[in-house]
């Protein structure tokens, strides 16, 4: 099964019954450009920016910044890059950035951080339109976000990037802008939120996380950590619900989208964008080349009744595995 993978690169990201999924890759590191080359990604779903971060012992400059920046938009172009303002505290910290909380996943995490610098902000949403300028491939992502108000914020410190930078006489384009779903709060403002930017994608990880309340990288509770709960399935399919409502695109970046029978409980609730680690993709096309979309979403309405995620996952299993 896995040998000939690389022959579906070329191949369509459809469903058996022709039903297009945008599939998209995770990138972090500069070598992840490399890495993608071959799976004829539809873009860049999550660039995760605190890595070049975490990577320097300082702050990198709006110059440092804007030639990472250029290299995943040129290497991508003119699929579009999804660049993520930068998330640390929570488990990402840097070291000449320390934060000590008591409880950092509930403390002063991604835009929590920036908001209270806006200079980090605004250096790095101007890194970003410069690196984007006759390129204009870029999309620009807010992670943790709780609250509209938050949202108004960050989207008013890029408008004032997009002004200095025209004022430079840089005739930056005003990107796409999105928020992640990843705190229970924004689910339920999803209507509130997706009338104020132009996509959203769910980070299913933290999501999970702060639905059950169950630390991410706590081995002991790992076993309860589940993407799969039917708490969390019903939260995927209220948000990808909410998002067709409002005619926001949605799509998802947490590990469940590269995670075959993920990614197939994910194409039954909805979602028609996923965008995983590169070594994933593959995969997840081939299993999505073999199902009817249809299919898939009369599978998934099952789930949402189904109580144990064990069994959520094992019943998924057993229908594809009666499929193909
Ligand atoms: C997520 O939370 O699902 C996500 C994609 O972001 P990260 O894993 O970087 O927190
Ligand atoms: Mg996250």
């Known amino acids: ?25 995770n990138t972090g ?12 990604a539809d873009g860049v779903g999550l660039f995760r920016t605190e890595v070049p971060f975490m990577m320097l012992g300082r702050f990198p400059s709006e110059e440092e910044q804007a030639r990472i920046y250029r290299a995943q ?41 920036t908001l209270d610098h806006p200079e980090i902000f605004i250096v790095q949403a101007r890194a970003m339109l410069r690196a984007s300028l006759g390129l204009n491939n870029l999309r620009i992502m807010l992670p943790m976000v709780t609250s509209v108000g938050e949202v108004e914020e960050a989207l008013a410190l890029i408008h004032r990037a997009i002004y200095e930078l025209n004022d430079e006489g840089l005739k930056v384009e005003t990107p796409d802008i999105g928020v992640m779903i990843e705190v229970p709060s924004a689910v339920y403002l999803m209507k509130e939120l997706t009338s104020l930017v132009e996509f959203v994608s769910v980070g299913s990880n933290d999501l999970t996380q ?4 169950v630390d991410r990288n706590n081995p002991r509770v790992a076993d309860i950590y589940d ?36 990614a197939v409980a994910l194409l039954g609730l909805g979602y028609r964008s996923l965008s995983m680690s590169s070594a994933n993709l593959l995969r997840v096309k081939a299993v999505i080349r073999q199902i ?4 898939a979403e009369t599978v998934a309405a099952g789930l949402l009744n189904i109580d144990d995620p064990k069994v959520i996952r094992s019943t998924l299993l057993l229908a594809l595995q009666k499929v193909g």
């Open 1 to 25: 099964r896995v040998l000939g993978l690389e022959s579906l690169a070329g191949l369509p990201s459809e469903t058996a019954d022709c039903v297009a999924v945008n599939l998209m890759i």
């Open 292 to 295: 009817d979309a249809g299919w």
């Open 210 to 213: 702060y639905i059950l309340a």
């Open 29 to 40: 590191l500069q070598t992840d450009i490399i890495r993608s080359k071959d799976t004829g």
């Open 73 to 113: 938009m040129e290497a991508f172009h003119p699929r579009p890059v999804t660049m993520r303002m930068l998330d640390i505290g929570g488990d990402k910290s840097l070291d000449y950035f320390p934060i000590e909380e008591a409880n950092p996943f509930l403390g002063w995490r991604g835009l929590r951080v």
């Open 227 to 262: 993407s799969m709960h039917p708490a969390v399935l019903k939260a995927l399919k209220i948000i990808v619900d909410e998002g067709k409502a409002a005619n926001v695109p949605v799509s998802v970046c947490g590990e469940l989208a590269g995670d075959p029978l993920g």
